[in-house]
């Protein structure tokens, strides 16, 4: 049956709101759909990332039908976590991380669907109907691509994957084009040294720009992303099954990431298997790497003891996470550990992540160098610390705090207030002060 003209109005209308959504930032999309349910703010992010998505998840995957699957569910996870995300400027960013996860999580269960079909004599297994081009090497690629630092990552992302000019890039970014041009030459030469080790050759095709999602599949997802958002687990049958699947798989190991993560921090703080600095936005350096902590010589302490005890007292939030000597802010991890308060009186500091909790009775010496802090657990989940004392480092200025401890299986006190490259799980905490303690 044709369209009649009260669908062809209805056409026209809903593509001159399209038009005017895509006006807007990603920021202003994502809270106009994160808030209101706005749904042409949800189709307009489709039609601005959809071709970005739909080419990463056609490179990972073997088939069309798949490459579409996989595609669903990465916007299907975006309805699910639009308030969350944090850098909402950066969503071009955040769904190719997605893409990758959705893709690759798609791609072993074809693969383990195919081995099992091969094994059973299947000739549909061996037809190759709608297969990707290049599918053993992109995904090596798009592997190695996620593991450059965010500063390189990123204007690949945009000018490679999202067909961006350098000049777009820069505003996008608020960077020079100078440094845009000057990081995407370190991306290209990190990329291709890594993937020469790996033997694949990078090439322009490799990280060729965007393929366009059919006009279909970009309906049904908008309609399935919308039902998905409001609570309802198959997505109003609007998304095939395998998509759903997709994507509650994702999102449960997302979740599961930060659960433990969130574990992981509390055994970094008091249980062993690390350290973890509260690091002061602004403040005195700690000594060089190899350095040894030293006290201050007799008769020149630089402050009364009761002087840092006093200033200490408050609320704390987690402003920004450093590990590795580098910044892990904006990742998964980073933004978990946002989520936990310290709070801080005369006698005790107080941990709370979630519902889990870390009580410690501290002691400092502002006379030493660095400054020297002793904290004895007195409440933890793992009640196996309960009692022990972990002696650290500390600097204090203003509103800003900065505490590295030593970890259970090195009762030593740490010598420097910063994480390294090849640390382990030393954790670097940018904590500003919220309230003080009257």
């Not at 593991?147 to 961006?164: A, F, M, N, Q, S």
């Not at 969130?262 to 936005?281: D, E, K, R, W």
């Not at 590795?324 to 946002?338: I, L, Y």
Request: positive net charge; glycine residues 10%; proline residues 4%.
């Amino acid at each position: 049956m044709g369209k009649t003209i009260t669908d062809v109005v209805g056409d026209i209308g809903r593509a001159r709101r399209l038009q005017a959504e895509l006006t807007l930032s990603d920021a202003q999309l994502l809270e106009r759909f994160a808030v209101q349910r706005d749904e042409a703010a949800f189709e307009a992010l489709l039609h601005r990332h959809g071709p970005l998505v739909f080419s990463v998840c056609r490179r990972w995957l073997f088939d069309a039908h798949d490459a579409e699957d996989a595609f669903q569910a990465t916007f299907l996870v975006l309805a699910r976590k639009a308030g969350g995300i944090s850098q909402r400027s950066l969503l071009g960013n955040w769904l190719y991380g997605v893409a990758c996860k959705v893709a690759a999580r798609a791609r072993k269960q074809v693969l383990r669907r195919r081995s099992r079909e091969q094994a059973e004599g299947h000739l549909n297994a061996l037809s190759g109907t709608g297969r990707s081009a290049e599918p053993d090497e992109a995904p090596l690629v798009h592997e190695e691509l996620q593991r450059l630092p965010d500063k390189y990552r990123r204007p690949v992302v945009l000018c490679y994957l999202e067909g961006k000019t350098n000049e777009e890039a820069a505003s996008h970014l608020q960077w020079p084009v100078g440094t845009v041009k000057t990081r995407l030459n370190k991306a290209r030469e990190l990329l291709r040294t890594r993937l020469a080790r790996r033997g694949v050759a990078l090439s322009a095709g490799l990280l060729a720009a965007n393929t366009a999602a059919p006009g279909g599949l970009l309906a049904s997802t908008s309609r399935a992303g919308m039902s998905f958002a409001a609570g309802d687990a198959a997505a109003g049958g609007l998304a095939s099954a395998r998509a759903v699947a997709l994507t509650k798989g994702v999102l449960q190991t997302m979740l599961l990431t930060k659960l433990k993560l969130a574990a992981l921090v509390l055994s970094v703080l008091m249980v062993g298997g690390g350290s973890v600095v509260y690091n002061a936005l602004a403040g005195e350096p700690g000594p060089r790497q190899g350095d040894k902590a030293k006290s201050a010589p007799k008769g020149k302490a630089v402050g009364k003891p009761g002087d840092d005890k006093d200033a200490i007292r408050g609320t704390w939030a987690v402003k920004a996470v450093e590990s590795e000597g580098k910044d892990a802010s904006d990742q998964d991890e980073g933004k978990t550990f946002k989520d936990s308060t310290w709070t801080i009186t005369d006698r005790k500091m107080v941990v709370k992540f979630g519902t889990a909790v870390t009580e410690m009775q501290f002691k400092l010496d502002p006379a030493a160098r660095p400054k020297a802090i002793d904290c004895t657990i007195a409440v933890a989940p793992n009640k196996e610390v309960v009692g022990k004392t972990f002696p650290g480092v500390y600097s204090l200025t203003g509103d800003t705090l900065k505490i590295h401890l030593a970890n259970e299986s090195n009762l030593v006190r740490p010598s420097q207030l910063q994480t390294k490259e090849g640390g382990g799980m030393t954790i670097m905490l940018v904590l500003k002060r919220q309230a003080r303690d009257k």
